[in-house]
C-alpha cells in the first residue's frame, strides 16, 4: 500500500466512495479512508437498512388487509429479531459490496480515523497506531450526526437516535418522535405500522416541513387515521428518563402536559461531523456545525475539499453522490463540469403513504415571484392504484404560468418514490408542459397519474 | 428495347443546357453520327450527334426549353423492328421533368428579384428548396424551456452560445441573452435573404447587433420608419445583387452656367428658373435617347429597353431620401424639367408622392453639389440600371492646348449595372452627355 495519493478521500459513505470511484476512472491514483464500516451512514445506519425495515412494515400492512384481496391466513406476527436481522443483513450486503467496488477500482482502503496534518497530509489512527497519507488533495466526507437538544440527549437506551431506532431489540409500546422530517416520520411509519403507539411531535406548524403545504396536510390526516397522535406546533419541554421510560414534557396550544413513553426518538436535524479533523487548524471555516464550500466543493484552503452531510443540507445521499463526482471532476479538469443544480435534486421519504418531491413547492414559486399554473392528480382517478388497493393520494405539479417551466413536483401515494426520478429528468432537461403531455405514460401504470398532473395543470385533466 | 438520348455534359463543369434546336423530328431514322439536335450552354452552342442507329421514336423535350439537366432524357430512339409500341410503359430513366440542379439554385444568394420563369423548379417553391439552401445540419440544440423562453423574449438562438451539455442552450442561456442583441455573433447559417425582412433578434443582416458595442444609456434608439426600412432592404439588395461599375467625367460648366443665365432673365417675367441640374436632367435624358442601350432594366431573362428617359431626381428629405421621376425627360423642354422637379420636390418633403411618381423609372440623378461634394458614387436604385452622381460646380485649374487656365468643372460619376450596360457603352452615355452639358446648344437638336 502506498502512501501517496493524487486524492485522498476520508469517509467512505455515499459522497466519499463515489468520490473515489469517479477519481480512479478519471486515473488519480486514490484511497479512501474509513474509521468504520464501508458505506458509511448511508448504507449502514441510514438509507439502506430503514428501506429495509419499512418494507417489513409495508408487508405487514398489507397482511392486516389480507380479506380485501381474497387471501386469508392466521396467526399473523412478527419476530422483531428476525426484522433487525433481515435489516442488518442486506447493510452487511451492501457495504461489501463497496468493498469489492475499491478493489474493482483499485482504489487502496486505509482503516482509521484521518485528520488534516498539514498541507497534502494526513495522520490515520487506528488501535494506537498512526500512519502519515500524502495526497495532492483531500476530500473531506465525513459525513453527520444527529443533532440532539438542549437538556436532551441521547442515552443509547431510553432517549434514541436513528442509530438505536434501527436496531431495537423489543417493540417498545409507546414511542415518542420528537421531529417531523423524513427521519422522524420514517420511523414513526415504521413503528406505528408494526403495533405501537405513536406520538410526533414538530415545533413547526406542519409536519413534513420541507414539502408542498398540500402534502403536509394529506400526509397528517393519513398518519392519523393510521392512529399516530401528531402533534404540531408543539414543544418537548423536558425529558426525564426514571426506571426505563421518559416521561416528557409537551407544550401544545398554550399548555403544558407530561406523557410517559418507552422510548423517545430524536429527529430533530442533522450536524456535520466537523470535530477532530483537524479543521481550526488547517483553517478550514465552520458554519453552524458544516464545513462552508464553493460549488465545486472547495474549501478555500488549498487541496482540500468537502462534500455531502458535512457541507450543510440537503441532507441527502444522493446530493453528496453528485457532489463527489463534480469535486473529483473540477480536480481532474474536466471542462464540463459544472455545480449541482440543487434544485433538481428529489427528496423522498418512504413512510406510508410514500412522499416525494421534487423543485419549488407551490408556496416558494410564488414567493420566487412566478405566476403559477398547478395541477393536481389524485390516485383515486388512476386503474392501476385502484387495482393494487392504494388509491390514497396525488400527484401536484408546479408550472411558471408564463414559460411552461416545471417548477415542481409533489407526491404522496403508492411507489411515489420510484415515480419522481420522471419529473426529476423532465426538469434536468429544463421540459415545459408540452414535452410531458406528448410523452407516452404506459398503461395501466401509477406513473399516469404524473401525466394527468400535468394535463389538470393546463385544464386537460382527462380521468377526473 | 429503345435507346434513351440523354443530355450530354458538352463541358466538365456543365450542369444544365438550353435544347436550343431538334434537327430531327419524330419518326426520321438517324444513323450513328448524325446531329439531331443543338445544346446551348452559356459558353457556347453544341451539336448532339446519335450514337446509335435508328429511328426517332419520341421527342420529350421540346426545342427551347431552358434548364435541361445533364442526363436528363431528351429522346427516344426505336430501334430496328421496334414501333410506337415499345414506347409503352418504356421507362426514359434519368429525372423526367426538366430541373435546375438545386444546388445551383442555392448557390446564387438570392433568387434574382424580377424571377425568370425559365425553369419551373427553382422559382416555384422557394420553401422546399430551402432546406438545401441552408448548408449541412444547422439545427441549434436548445432545451425546450429554452426555445420557448427564446421566442417569447426575441432572442435569435442561432446567436446564443450554449452553456449546457454539448452546448446546449439552456434557460439560464436565454436569461442572460439580451433580447434582440448577440452573445457571440455566429454567422448566420443561411444566405441573408432567407431573412429578408425584419432583422431576426441578435443579427442584423449577418452582423452582430450594434446594441453589444455600446453601453446601455450611451445612446437613444430610434425606431426604423418605413422609409429608412425601404432603403436598408432596397439598397444592400443592390449593392449586393448588382454588379456595380463606376466611370468618372469632367465636365466644364461655363457654358451652360451662361445659357442659364440667360434663359432665367428671359423667363423670369413667366417665373421660369432653371436650375443646373434641370440641365443635367435634360442632358442625361438627351444622352439616354442618344444611347438607348443604356436606358435599359436587366430583366434576369431580358433586357428592357425603355421607350423614353424616365428620369429619377434624388431629394433628401428629414430621415430619408426619396427619388421620385420626371417621365419623359427626354420629350419635355427645361422648363417644364424646372417646374416638375420642384413640385415632385415639395410633394417628396410632405410625403405627399404616389407611389407610380417614384417607383420604376429608367434612370436617376443625384446631386450632392449644393453640399460641396465633388465626387461620389452611388448606388443604383433598382429597377433602373445606371445612376449619375453629380458633384458641385467648381473653379478649378484646367489645362488647354497645354496652358494653365481656370474654368468651371463639374465632376460626374456614372454607377453602371454591369449586367446590363458594358463599359464601353457606359463610357460613351458619358461621352453624350458631357458634350451636351459643355454645349448646351446642341440640347437644342
Request: proline share 6%; aromatic share 4%; net charge negative.
Amino acid at each position: 500500500m502506498a502512501t501517496s495519493y493524487d486524492l485522498a478521500v476520508v469517509g467512505s459513505g455515499p459522497g466519499g466512495y463515489v468520490a473515489a470511484i469517479r477519481a480512479s476512472q478519471l486515473g488519480m491514483k486514490t484511497a479512501v479512508i474509513e474509521r468504520s464500516e464501508l458505506g458509511g451512514i448511508c448504507l449502514n445506519w441510514g438509507c439502506i437498512p430503514t428501506k429495509a425495515l419499512l418494507r417489513t412494515s409495508e408487508i405487514y400492512a398489507i397482511l392486516h388487509d389480507l380479506d380485501a384481496y381474497g387471501l386469508s391466513a392466521k396467526d399473523i406476527a412478527f419476530d422483531i429479531g428476525k426484522v433487525v436481522q433481515r435489516s442488518r443483513a442486506v447493510a452487511g450486503q451492501l457495504s461489501k459490496g463497496v468493498t469489492f467496488l475499491m478493489k474493482k477500482n483499485k482504489i487502496d482502503v486505509v482503516k482509521g480515523t484521518a485528520k488534516l496534518a498539514g498541507q497534502g497530509k494526513l495522520t490515520v489512527e487506528q488501535d494506537g497506531k498512526t500512519q502519515d497519507i500524502a495526497a495532492k488533495h483531500i476530500v473531506l466526507a465525513t459525513g453527520a450526526r444527529a443533532r440532539a437538544l438542549p437538556g436532551i440527549e441521547p442515552d443509547g437506551d431510553t432517549i434514541w437516535t436513528y442509530r438505536e431506532a434501527m436496531v431495537p431489540k423489543a417493540m417498545p409500546k409507546r414511542l415518542l418522535v420528537i421531529g417531523s422530517g423524513a427521519i422522524g416520520i420514517e420511523f414513526a411509519s415504521f413503528y406505528a405500522t408494526m403495533g405501537t403507539d405513536v406520538t410526533v411531535v414538530e415545533v413547526l406548524d406542519r409536519i413534513l416541513p420541507v414539502e408542498d403545504a398540500d402534502v403536509s396536510a394529506f400526509a397528517l390526516k393519513a398518519f392519523k387515521k393510521q392512529g399516530m397522535t401528531v402533534l404540531t406546533s408543539a414543544k418537548v419541554t423536558q425529558v426525564a428518563v426514571t426506571k426505563g421510560t421518559a416521561q416528557v414534557t409537551i407544550e401544545a396550544g398554550g399548555t403544558s402536559r407530561t406523557e410517559t413513553f418507552d422510548k423517545v426518538i430524536l429527529a430533530v436535524g442533522i450536524t456535520g461531523n466537523v470535530e477532530n479533523i483537524g479543521l481550526e487548524e488547517a483553517g478550514v471555516t465552520v458554519d453552524r456545525g458544516h464545513v462552508q464550500v464553493d460549488g465545486y466543493g472547495r474549501t478555500g484552503v488549498e487541496g482540500v475539499y468537502a462534500i455531502g452531510d458535512l457541507t450543510g443540507p440537503p441532507w441527502l445521499a444522493h446530493k453528496a453522490s453528485h457532489e463527489g463526482i463534480i469535486c473529483v471532476e473540477k480536480i481532474a479538469g474536466l471542462k464540463t463540469v459544472h455545480p449541482l443544480n440543487t434544485s433538481n435534486i428529489p427528496g423522498c421519504t418512504y413512510c406510508r403513504p410514500q412522499v416525494a418531491s421534487v423543485g419549488m413547492t407551490e408556496a416558494a414559486a410564488k414567493d420566487a415571484g412566478h405566476k403559477v399554473r398547478t395541477g393536481t392528480f389524485p390516485f383515486q382517478g388512476n386503474g392501476k392504484a385502484i387495482a393494487l388497493g392504494e388509491p390514497e393520494g396525488f400527484i401536484k405539479t408546479v408550472f411558471d404560468a408564463k414559460t411552461g417551466e416545471l417548477l415542481g413536483a409533489h407526491m404522496i401515494g403508492p411507489e411515489v418514490t420510484e415515480l419522481i426520478q420522471g419529473y426529476a429528468v423532465a426538469r434536468q432537461l429544463e421540459t415545459t408542459e408540452a414535452e410531458v403531455i406528448e410523452t407516452v405514460f404506459p398503461h395501466p401504470t401509477l406513473s399516469e397519474a404524473m401525466h394527468e398532473s400535468v394535463l389538470d395543470a393546463y385544464g386537460r385533466v382527462i380521468h377526473t | 428495347m429503345p435507346i434513351s438520348v440523354l443530355m450530354p455534359a458538352l463541358s466538365p463543369t456543365m450542369e444544365e443546357g438550353t435544347l436550343a434546336k431538334w434537327l430531327v423530328k419524330e419518326g426520321d431514322s438517324v444513323a450513328s453520327g448524325d446531329v439531331i439536335a443543338e445544346i446551348e450552354t452559356d459558353k457556347a452552342t453544341m451539336e448532339v450527334e446519335a450514337v446509335d442507329e435508328g429511328t426517332i421514336g419520341k421527342i420529350l423535350v421540346s426545342e427551347g426549353t431552358e434548364g435541361v439537366a445533364i442526363n436528363t432524357p431528351v429522346a427516344v430512339i426505336l430501334e430496328e423492328g421496334e414501333d410506337a409500341a415499345a414506347l409503352d410503359g418504356f421507362d426514359a430513366g434519368g429525372g423526367a421533368a426538366p430541373k435546375a440542379a438545386p444546388e445551383a439554385a442555392a448557390k446564387t444568394v438570392a433568387a434574382p428579384a424580377p424571377a425568370p420563369a425559365a425553369a419551373p423548379p427553382p422559382t416555384a417553391a422557394p420553401a422546399p428548396t430551402a432546406p438545401q439552401a441552408t448548408p449541412k445540419g444547422d439545427r441549434v440544440f436548445a432545451s425546450p424551456l429554452a426555445r420557448r423562453m427564446a421566442a417569447d423574449k426575441g432572442v435569435d438562438l442561432a446567436a446564443v452560445t450554449g452553456s449546457g451539455p454539448h452546448g446546449r442552450i439552456v434557460k439560464a442561456d436565454v436569461e442572460a441573452a439580451k433580447p434582440g442583441a448577440a452573445q457571440d455573433a455566429k454567422a448566420a447559417p443561411s444566405a441573408p435573404p432567407a431573412k429578408k425582412d425584419a432583422p431576426a433578434g441578435g443579427l442584423v443582416g449577418t452582423l452582430p447587433d450594434p446594441r453589444l458595442y455600446y453601453p446601455e444609456g450611451t445612446y437613444e434608439e430610434v425606431a426604423l420608419g418605413g422609409m429608412r426600412k425601404a432603403i436598408a432592404k432596397r439598397l444592400t439588395q443592390s449593392t449586393q445583387e448588382i454588379p456595380h461599375y463606376y466611370l468618372t467625367i469632367d465636365c466644364e460648366l461655363d457654358a451652360l452656367l451662361r445659357v442659364r443665365k440667360e434663359l432665367n432673365a428671359k423667363g423670369e417675367a413667366d417665373g421660369i428658373k432653371v436650375s443646373v441640374n434641370d440641365f443635367i436632367i435634360r442632358a442625361a435624358a438627351l444622352a439616354l435617347m442618344k444611347e438607348p442601350d443604356c436606358n435599359v432594366s436587366y430583366a434576369g431573362d431580358a433586357l428592357l429597353k425603355h421607350a423614353h428617359a424616365d428620369i429619377g431626381v434624388a431629394v433628401a428629405l428629414d430621415g430619408g431620401l426619396i427619388t421620385p421621376i420626371v417621365k419623359a425627360a427626354d420629350t419635355k423642354g427645361l422648363a417644364q424639367i424646372s417646374a416638375e422637379v420642384k413640385d415632385l420636390a415639395a410633394r417628396a418633403k410632405d410625403r405627399k408622392l404616389k407611389p407610380a411618381e417614384y417607383e420604376g423609372g429608367s434612370f436617376s440623378v443625384s446631386n450632392l453639389g449644393m453640399f460641396g461634394i465633388k465626387h461620389f458614387t452611388a448606388v443604383i436604385n433598382p429597377p433602373q440600371a445606371a445612376i449619375m452622381a453629380v458633384g458641385a460646380g467648381e473653379q478649378r485649374p484646367v489645362v488647354k492646348d497645354g496652358a494653365l487656365g481656370t474654368a468651371t468643372m463639374m465632376t460626374v460619376t456614372l454607377s453602371c449595372d454591369h449586367r446590363a450596360i458594358d463599359g464601353a457603352l457606359g463610357a460613351r452615355l458619358l461621352q453624350v452627355f458631357k458634350t451636351l452639358i459643355e454645349d448646351p446648344l446642341t440640347m437644342l437638336l
